[in-house]
């Protein structure tokens, strides 16, 4: 099992990881039909318990290969969802986007980059501007759109505002520090946003009752941040649980 800068129960891990492997094996004689009837919801869920699966399966130090693979399998899910208009939140969308980034599906993650806000909102989902803000900042980035510092000046406008829960800040702060700094080619400032995001990714789920759970054990959308440092030319060497430049590799 991998080390963890949070205390991570191996047990609960393995029973979880198990879980959605039964789960997966249930619902997966279900996709044909469910491909037929355009069934997005379908797809979701099984596109998030293979995610599940994949990230347990990292966690438990199964070979990067078979990571990366159930991670295909995933965003493959999530493509079929997104291409049958499935309902989404923004928080949702960031890890869309982030791993069709982080696995270089560029078809997948440009579409994704271009979707308005009105495409992730979620009447049911109350998520802080701060959330739809480093959602757009990070579409931007990936397009290298000339929007981007309009964008990114908003977002860091929003956080000096502090109107936004302890989470919404943990979540996006540090992203916005790596967006800004991949979007000036700035390696220092790289550095630094990388060092704010592990300490940030661990507060947000430092919870007890989180430290298992598969959102804790793998930085999805900082990874993704990391992929297209990498292509700008930024150097990433930090060895870290949460952001394995390993799954970058190939």
Do not use: W
Request: proline share 4%; aromatic share 8%.
């Amino acid at each position: 099992m991998r080390a963890y800068p949070h205390k991570v129960d191996e047990e609960i891990l393995g029973e979880n990881r198990q879980a959605a492997e039964e789960f997966i094996d249930q619902l997966t004689p279900e996709a044909p039909g469910a491909e037929l009837e355009k069934n997005a919801t379908f797809f979701k869920m099984l596109g998030k318990e293979m995610l599940s699966y994949g990230i347990y399966s990292y966690a438990s130090a199964e070979p990067t290969s078979k990571v990366i693979e159930k991670l295909q399998q995933a965003n493959l899910y999530f493509t079929k969802a997104i291409a049958f208009e499935i309902i989404m939140d923004p928080y949702e969308y960031i890890d869309y986007l982030a791993l069709a980034i982080i696995l270089t599906d560029a078809p997948q993650a440009r579409h994704l980059a271009a979707f308005p806000r009105t495409r992730y909102s979620h009447e049911d989902v109350e998520a802080g501007e701060i959330i739809y803000l480093l959602s757009e900042t990070m579409g931007l980035l990936l397009l290298a759109s000339k929007e981007l510092a309009e964008r990114l000046a908003a977002a860091q406008q929003e956080l000096a505002a502090k109107k936004m829960t302890r989470y919404d800040r943990l979540i996006a702060e540090s992203l916005i520090g790596l967006i800004a700094a991949i979007a000036a080619r700035d390696q220092n400032a790289f550095n630094q946003a990388v060092l704010a995001r592990q300490q940030d990714f661990k507060r947000a789920h430092g919870h007890p009752s989180e430290r298992d759970m598969p959102e804790a054990l793998l930085d999805i959308p900082g990874l993704a941040l990391v992929r297209l440092a990498l292509a700008r030319g930024l150097k990433y060497t930090t060895q870290s649980s949460y952001l394995p430049v390993e799954l970058l590799q190939r």
